[in-house]
């Protein structure tokens, strides 16, 4: 079954700073992987996709990822952070139909 | 832009009262989602239907909980019985036929239980 793992809750980094997120997925066949940015009391907004073409994706707000099939990861970053970055960030894995969520990691950016 | 819309946005109900949301996806897409997102975690998958047929349930959905998509247009969650267990945001996703993988959210229903 298809597992999606966040390491570290909660991210402080200062406006300016690199953002990396991480994110490591287990799965027997080659997933579709994804990270979503949910503002509070929002739903989820799709930053980026990864879908089995280029291992180095780009998405919307200058965040990147990239697929690392050795490592089972998907880190997400960003070179410089603004304040306007502050969210939770989800990573999630699926097949077809179905998308299997990590638990999110809060992102502050301090000033 | 018509995304997914949601509504309500957010429902209080005293335990032991039905309560229903309703979802509308993005028009041409088949495929409708339903997530259930507690505080602190990240959503779960519930059901999904490819246009009026549901085609899987997690086995979160208890038999309290129904879904429906008649017409394949929009769809409803009704939750009877409701529980304080039942508390969080149910949230509504739909995918293109063209890009079945890729989903896109609506806003979502903050339900609170009393």
């Known amino acids: 079954a298809q597992s999606v793992t966040q390491l570290g809750s909660h991210v402080s980094v200062s406006e300016g700073a690199l953002v990396l997120l991480r994110c490591n997925y287990s799965s027997s066949v080659p997933p579709y992987l994804f990270w979503y940015v949910q503002y509070p009391n929002q739903g989820l907004q799709l930053l980026l996709k990864y879908t089995s073409a280029a291992t180095l994706v780009k998405g919307i707000n200058g965040f990147e990822a990239e697929f690392k099939k050795s490592e089972t990861s998907f880190h997400l970053t960003k070179p410089s952070a603004h304040m306007s970055d502050a969210a939770e960030y989800f990573c999630?894995?699926?097949?077809?139909?179905?998308?299997?969520f990590g638990k999110g990691t809060l992102l502050t950016v301090n000033p | 832009d018509t995304g997914v819309s949601q509504d309500p946005r957010h429902k209080i109900t005293k335990r032991g009262q039905n309560v229903t949301f309703r979802c509308d996806p993005i028009s041409e897409h088949n495929r409708l989602y339903w997530y259930r997102q507690t505080l602190g975690q990240g959503p779960e998958f519930l059901t999904y239907?490819?246009?009026?047929?549901?085609?899987?349930k997690s086995r979160l959905l208890s038999d309290r909980f129904s879904a429906e998509r008649p017409k394949g247009s929009f769809s409803t969650l009704e939750i009877q019985r409701t529980e304080q267990g039942d508390s969080a945001m149910y949230l509504c996703a739909s995918s293109s036929p063209i890009s079945s993988y890729e989903q896109y959210f609506g806003p979502g229903t903050r339900l609170t239980v009393t």
């Open positions: 999630a894995g699926g097949s077809n139909y179905k998308l299997t």
């Open positions: 239907f490819q246009n009026e047929a549901q085609l899987e």
